[in-house]
């Protein structure tokens, strides 16, 4: 989980390199576009997979939903600090907690409602509204983390009928489909540089997801979760040492106060032995 970590603050780190040169959508594209190289191993497993229409209907949901989450990640990179990023992310299993009960017909006991309320508290020391101007990527990442919230819900509805190589997979090629008419409205031609750095966050998000499936299979989920703290700290380094970001207290506690209600949410629900809704928080990265 730490490597896990790691790799998805490269991942941030990389996109926060391409600064604006690249539009968001067409930069997004490129990463899952190239990043189809990974699914060359099992092309003969998707080619065998009969799908209902149902499933067709919920892939095709699934992408267009998070075809625009991942376009608002890559605006809000070229916006605000990676810290910022990081720790808005970590909104997204509580998104996922409240969906749950919408869609699911989950019950939430009142120590998961403090825990989501907590988290919602969290979110609002780092955004400090009224006390400093919110910028259009703080917007960005909060849709961001409702929409991956909805992704990943839909998801879970697929893997308990598909093996999670064809859930991932049709996620690469659905997206891949979705983003291309958003990046040609404005295309702009990248350099090699461009390319290789996109091509290096494709690399870094399947390595975070292969060793984050490594962990989960070594230890409990109550075990990993509090670990993903660290692509904070990760975070705040790089940010600092890389981009001349100075760290922000309020970020580091209003992440802190997140990571640690959806701590306690995962906690619930393995002593309560439930099947688990809410999601570690690397499964919801771009």
Not at 64 to 72: C, E, I, K, N, R
Not at 190 to 207: E, I, M, S
Not at 216 to 232: C, D, E, G, S, W
Not at 263 to 271: C, L, V
Request: charged residues 10%; contains cysteine.
């Amino acid at each position: 989980m730490v490597v896990t970590g790691l790799c998805f603050v490269m991942v941030t780190a990389l996109v926060k390199l391409l600064g604006g040169r690249i539009p968001a959508a067409e930069s997004a594209f490129l990463r899952y576009l190239l990043g189809l190289v990974f699914l060359l191993p099992v092309w003969r497993q998707l080619a065998a997979t009969r799908l209902t229409r149902r499933q067709w209907r919920l892939f095709g949901m699934r992408g267009a939903v998070h075809t625009v989450g991942v376009m608002l990640w890559f605006y809000a990179m070229t916006r605000i600090p990676i810290a910022e990023v990081t720790a808005m992310n970590y909104l997204t299993p509580v998104y996922v907690t409240i969906l749950a009960v919408l869609v699911l017909n989950e019950r939430l006991a009142l120590r998961r409602i403090l825990a989501v309320v907590a988290a919602l508290a969290g979110a609002v020391l780092i955004l400090r509204p009224g006390f400093r101007e919110l910028d259009p990527g703080h917007l960005a990442m909060l849709g961001t983390a409702a929409l991956f919230s909805g992704s990943y819900l839909t998801a879970k509805i697929l893997s308990d009928e598909l093996s999670a190589t064809v859930v991932v997979a049709m996620l690469s090629v659905t997206v891949t489909i979705g983003l291309a008419p958003f990046a040609a409205l404005h295309w702009v031609t990248p350099t090699l540089y461009d390319l290789g750095v996109l091509f290096g966050v494709a690399c870094f998000a399947t390595a975070g997801h292969f060793t984050m499936t490594l962990a989960f299979a070594a230890a409990p989920v109550t075990v990993t979760q509090p670990v993903t703290f660290l692509q904070l700290v990760w975070s705040v380094i790089i940010g600092a040492v890389f981009f001349a970001e100075p760290a922000d207290p309020w970020v580091i506690a209003g992440g802190s106060v997140i990571i640690l209600a959806v701590s306690f949410i995962t906690w619930r629900e393995a002593q309560l032995k439930r099947k688990h809704i809410t999601p570690p928080t690397p499964a919801t990265k771009v």
